[in-house]
């Protein structure tokens, strides 16, 4: 089956019904993962992914859920939606972000900024599965590791 597919049809019903108008910019939705879409970490691919916050597209690491909660030390608590309790304020607010990590949201070759993701490129994220079927076992790799460290000595 393929998933991308209904991925894609997702998205577009999430456009349409945010009804963008004739004659406006309709935000470029990547119809299926870009191919450097890709966990530096384990290597997961066709999942949710989480970037470094105000780190250049080009040199930011890409991680899934798993990964990123452990290279924040988290713990693994990211649902389906792609969401976890909030730390202080905990099941009253749920948050996409992951300690420094905000949603990698495709934009062609960049990732649209937190704060101003259109709906239907945030829909298309939503819509992947937060993490892969059947689970990853994965152990940190050094990468990993290394991005822990460097934002680590940054907060
Ligand atoms: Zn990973």
Not at 53 to 78: F, H, I
Request: overall charge positive; aromatic content about 8%; charged content about 20%.
């Amino acid at each position: 089956m393929n998933a991308l597919y209904r991925l894609d049809r997702h998205a577009r019903r999430a456009a349409a019904r945010h009804g963008h108008r004739p004659g406006h910019r309709v935000p470029p939705v990547p119809t299926s993962p870009p191919a450097h879409y890709k966990c530096h970490g384990c290597g997961a691919e066709g999942v949710k992914l989480w970037r470094e916050y105000q780190t250049a597209a080009s040199v930011t690491a890409l991680l899934c859920a798993p990964c990123a909660c452990r290279s924040q030390k988290k713990p693994d608590t990211v649902g389906p939606d792609g969401q976890r309790p909030d730390e202080i304020f905990g099941e009253r607010m749920r948050t996409d972000q992951i300690g420094w990590m905000v949603p990698a949201i495709p934009d062609g070759d960049t990732y649209w900024g937190y704060t101003s993701v259109p709906r239907a490129a945030c829909a298309w994220w939503t819509a992947l599965p937060t993490r892969v079927p059947g689970g990853s076992a994965a152990a940190p790799s050094p990468a990993i590791v290394a991005v822990a460290a460097a934002l680590g000595a940054a907060s």
